[in-house]
């Protein structure tokens, strides 16, 4: 059995799922959305994005973590403060000796749907499919189940992989 926490990180809203794996099983802890104030300075908000995914880490314990990777968009200031953002979600777990793992959001869409051409609106869907009872209070939410459930499926052909190399 593992415990992954998956992050979908943003200045703003910073999504976050819970998943435990037990062989090719997934079932849903818990997710939920950071929300950092708006009207507070860059670094107020980091700290707070930090402070609350320590807590995240401490109370559920995951084994691994899993994070988004950024996208460049044509707003160069987003995309900055997105990284800065993703940086505090990479920090936070590895400070704890967590091992992270990152994935191309295409990744995460094909893994989860299928395809890497998937709308929010699918992804959604097979989150629901797959993990019965997540509360996805927002898109954000669902996203960081997607990655959750994205580090599974890759964990799980890493860990067959490695035991046909052992056996060989």
Known sequence: MARLLGIDPGLRFTGWGVVEVVGNRLRHIDDGVIATDGAAGVPERLRALHDALAALLREHQPDEAAVEETYV???????LKLGYARGVA??????????????AALAVKRAVVGTGAAEKAQVQAMVRRLLPGARLRRADAADALAVAICHAHHRASRLAWAAGVRMA
């Open 90 to 103: 990479l920090l936070a777990p590895a400070l704890l000796g967590i091992p992270v793992t990152e994935y």
């Open 73 to 79: 968009n044509r707003n160069g200031t987003a995309t």
